[in-house]
């Protein structure tokens, strides 16, 4: 395999921005991959794969060099052990002049590697895993550290998924059917599905597996008040929208006007115009005491630590804190008692995170309804593995409400 500086250098980029100026994985990487119009397919790959598991198997590739990742210089000799690990002769360049191949080799084959190092998670989060999931959490960690599996949701608004097969088909994208979720088509093919006409036209959403069975766990039918609490750019709200078959009304709440705004854009490509958004600012000035008792239906997708999307965001092992899930914690049953206040006497309501935590999912919806006895129901809910599904790990509670408060 030979190597090209300029690739290397592109890696060695994004994981400056990554890891060391903190800058989102995900959207760091991409901006990186569109700069340089010359750059290939199998350019582009190189650059993502090689990028993406650096920052995933951080800590583990520190350990073979013995030495942790705070400047420029080091995140070079943290690609250089990647491939020294993957059997790759490394070129004579200055950046690859202190490692030491064999020593690499000889320590990554060590009889006894501690779990959070060979799988790269920081103690405190390994000690929190293993206390909330117990003997299920390592199973969980090595799902969450190979690459996400691809996958869109069909707008039912604008077409339906033979039209998507027949496309996708002709342009040669390899593709299956999920057989948990409707409208889902899994992807085989790498491309970048941004720049597909059918895309850009709102025929399809790019939406995982597990985020595409929020919404039909809503039960939200065509002509509900519907309020969905924690919007985003609104994957979830669109979903609803076409379940509801554009009629009624689905409030689009959220703190940040910003992703509200994409939202418009978005759903407007989808065709969808049951649509009011809202910022959260403007609910609690104005609305939060008109709308008590409103809702037929209550989606409340809350801010949560990711650890089940940790596939798609690696970087998130690297700056997430126990003091900020705490905080979290505190946020999400905030949400819960002022957004349960909306929801219509035998309404039903949607709690959803993509943790994979108790604390943040089955333990907080324990709590609410501890502290409204009598007056809510846990009539079901759902978790979703990573390691037994392949998909994001995410949490559901559908939640009906039994009388006033």
């Known amino acids: 395999m030979k190597l090209h500086r300029n690739l290397c250098q592109a890696v060695v980029q994004s994981l400056r921005d990554v890891l060391l100026e903190k800058k989102q994985a995900d959207l760091t990487i991409s901006h990186l991959l569109q700069s340089n119009k010359t750059w290939g397919a199998r350019d582009r790959n190189f650059i993502a794969d090689n990028a993406y598991y650096i920052i995933r198997y951080k800590r583990w590739l520190e350990y073979v060099i013995q030495e942790e990742a705070w400047g ?121 599905f941004r720049t597909n006409p059918a895309y850009k036209n709102g025929l399809f959403e790019i939406q995982d597996v597990s985020s595409q069975l929020v919404a039909p766990f809503l039960e939200a039918q065509p002509g509900m ?48 115009t049951i649509l009011k958004p809202m910022l959260s600012s403007e609910l609690n000035r104005s609305h939060q005491v008109l709308l008590q008792g409103f809702a037929d239906r209550i989606l409340i997708d809350v801010p949560c630590s990711g650890t089940g999307v940790l596939r798609r965001k690696p970087d998130a092992k690297w700056t997430i804190t126990k003091r900020f899930i705490d905080e979290l914690l505190e946020t999400q049953a905030q949400i819960l008692d002022e957004y349960a206040k909306m929801l219509h006497r035998d309404g039903l309501m949607v709690y959803s995170t993509c943790s994979i935590l108790p604390s943040e999912n089955e333990w907080q919806i324990q709590k609410f309804l501890d502290r409204n006895p009598g007056q809510f129901i846990l009539v079901e809910d759902r978790k979703i593995s990573p390691s037994t599904t392949g998909f994001d790990g995410f949490y559901m509670a559908k939640i009906k409400r039994a009388q006033v408060i």
């Not at 609104?234 to 509200?260: C, F, P």
Request: net charge negative.
């Open 225 to 272: 008040n519907v309020i969905d609490g924690c919007a985003g750019a609104g994957g979830k709200t669109l979903h609803l929208a076409a379940l509801m078959q554009n009629e009624g009304e689905i409030l689009a709440v959220d703190v940040n006007e910003h992703k509200l705004a994409q939202l418009k854009l978005r759903a407007a490509r989808a065709g969808c």
């Open 72 to 192: 420029e210089n080091a995140l070079w000799r943290l690609l250089g052990a990647k491939l020294v690990l993957e059997q790759v002769n490394l070129p004579d360049w200055s950046e690859f002049a202190e490692l030491k191949p064999e020593e690499i080799k000889t320590r990554s084959q060590a009889d006894f590697i501690p779990f959070c190092i060979r799988d790269s998670i920081p103690d405190w989060l390994d000690k929190l895993g293993r206390n909330e999931l117990g003997e299920n959490w390592e199973a969980e960690i090595k799902a969450l550290n190979t690459q996400a599996r691809f996958s869109v949701r069909v707008n039912t608004l604008k077409t339906n998924k033979k039209v998507i097969e027949t496309l996708f088909a002709a342009d040669q994208i390899e593709f299956s059917e999920s057989v948990v979720a409707t409208d889902a088509l899994i992807i085989q093919t790498r491309k970048n």
